[in-house]
């Protein structure tokens, strides 16, 4: 069985205006947002095998302060994981070695809303419902398969698992 947890990058400054967007940080709010998605992915016990980050530096900047929940993992960041489309994301899951059988991707709207629907099948219904309304920044989307490897993987053959957002997590 393979798990898969989709991490958007927590909430990014628009402040400046001279920098690439690339380039562009978090702002406060996500530097408050993504420790509390390190929290729910050690209260659900997942530690994957492999981290697939964008480059750009608010993926990096989540990555770093969830790093407490994903201590010794290999990361890969690729290029292509930056404002990419899902049927790109999609590839580059279906090339994850069968060795990783749980996997982290941190990445960028629309590409990971768009690949979290690609590969929803079944799940809670509220959960599938809040899903298919937005996805956002920070938000974390858990998934199990039934195939042995990733170059097996088929769309809509995803089991959401849950869907978290900084919001959730927040009330107290």
Not at 24 to 44: D, I, V, Y
Not at 73 to 88: I, N
Not at 132 to 137: M, N, S
């Amino acid at each position: 069985m393979l798990s898969l947890a989709l991490l958007r990058h927590a909430k990014s400054s628009w402040d400046a205006t001279d920098i690439e967007d690339f380039d562009r940080p978090l702002n406060e709010r996500g530097r408050s947002a993504a420790p509390l998605m390190a929290q729910a992915l050690k209260e659900l016990n997942f530690m994957p095998d492999l981290v697939m980050c964008s480059p750009a530096r608010r993926t990096r900047e989540t990555l770093s302060l969830i790093s407490n929940a994903v201590k010794d993992v290999k990361v890969d960041f690729d290029e292509e994981l930056y404002l990419t489309s899902q049927e790109t994301l999609y590839g580059l899951l279906k090339a994850v070695p069968a060795s990783a059988k749980k996997v982290l991707m941190i990445g960028h709207n629309p590409g990971m809303h768009g690949l979290a629907l690609f590969l929803t099948g079944t799940g809670d219904a509220k959960s599938i419902s809040r899903l298919e309304d937005k996805f956002p920044t920070a938000a974390l989307a858990m998934f199990t398969f039934p195939q042995a490897s990733w170059h097996e993987l088929l769309p809509a053959s995803g089991h959401l698992e849950t869907f978290i957002t900084p919001r959730d997590r927040d009330k107290g």
